[in-house]
């Protein structure tokens, strides 16, 4: 069975790229904000979120906040240009994170680590990717922006 992966982001590009690059090995649903997120993980099950942090109105800390208070237990990976994400996500509670731009096998060997899935399996890069908590490795997939994310071929 596939994992199921929540990406939240309000940045339409940026869940149109994650979609297309991770829907060949896992079922994807997207949220645009905070409030759509918090609706779908209370009906549906997931196996991890992608959780970006800088959202209007109700932001990736609120969410998280949120599940915890409910006592829902999704792993979750915080993707976020906020600056000094690592002290964002310790305080959180949130060991894995990813800073913005992605590196997208970053992503991948992450995803990997936390769902025990696979690193690649086809158009999803090659899952050479990053060592532990968030640190992105060299000479990888990387796009300077959303838009270029759409637009890159992902074979």
């Known amino acids: ?6 990406v939240v982001d309000d940045d339409p590009d940026i869940l149109d790229a994650l979609a297309i690059w991770l829907a060949d090995r896992f079922d994807v649903v997207t949220a645009g904000d905070g409030v759509e997120a918090l609706k779908l993980v209370g009906t549906e099950p997931f196996d991890l979120i992608l959780l970006d942090l800088m959202m209007p109105t109700v932001d990736g800390a609120t969410v998280k ?4 208070s409910r006592g829902v237990r999704v792993p979750i ?3 976020s240009a906020i600056a000094d994400l690592p002290r964002h996500a310790r305080a959180l509670g949130i060991s894995e994170y990813l800073a913005k731009p992605l590196d997208l096998e970053a992503l991948d060997a992450t995803i990997a680590r936390v769902t025990g899935g696979p690193a690649d399996g086809g158009s999803g890069g090659s899952g050479g990717g990053a060592g ?3 640190r992105c490795g060299s000479g990888s997939t990387r796009f300077a922006s959303p838009a270029a994310w759409a637009a890159a071929p992902l074979a």
């Open 132 to 134: 532990g908590g968030g």
């Open 77 to 79: 990976v915080a993707v």
């Open 1 to 6: 069975m596939r994992k199921r992966i929540l």
């Open 65 to 68: 906040r949120t599940l915890d």
